[in-house]
């Protein structure tokens, strides 16, 4: 089992950065990639970024590409998402999650394909 935690939300002016993180624990062998996602009120789930473990291969979606950044810690447990140059509309729930078999590409993410989620953290951008 594989247990994922979410902090670093809050409320940021447009133009600001945060970085949000993703403490993962329990087996390591069954987080390949790590993927974040987020849901606006009101909107569909978008996911927005992931990362390989094994070499560390990365996929943003446009709407964050140039602005956000995923990575990792040495130890392999720790995930990051910093976010500069942030708007309005990046302002939703944010959650990680995890999956044993999955490797980021250039693919669209989907939520279907994650075995493993945190509870979230609020990112609000607003002046």
């Known amino acids: 089992q594989v247990q994922l935690v979410e902090s670093g939300g809050g409320l940021v002016q447009p133009g600001g950065s945060l970085r949000l993180s993703c403490v993962i624990s329990?087996?390591?062998?069954?987080?390949?990639?790590v993927g974040w996602f987020r849901q606006a009120p009101g909107k569909e789930s978008e996911g927005v970024s992931c990362i390989s473990s094994s070499d560390g291969s990365t996929y943003y979606a446009d709407s964050v590409k140039g602005r956000f950044t995923i990575s990792r810690d040495n130890a392999g447990s720790t995930f990051y998402l910093q976010m500069d140059s942030l708007k309005p509309e990046d302002t939703a729930v944010y959650s990680c999650?995890?999956?044993?078999?999955?490797?980021?590409?250039?693919?669209?993410?989907?939520?279907?394909?994650?075995?493993?989620w945190g509870q979230g953290t609020r990112v609000t951008v607003s002046s």
């Open positions: 329990g087996d390591r062998l069954s987080f390949h990639a």
């Open positions: 999650a995890s999956d044993p078999d999955y490797y980021c590409s250039d693919h669209e993410l989907r939520k279907e394909d994650f075995t493993s």
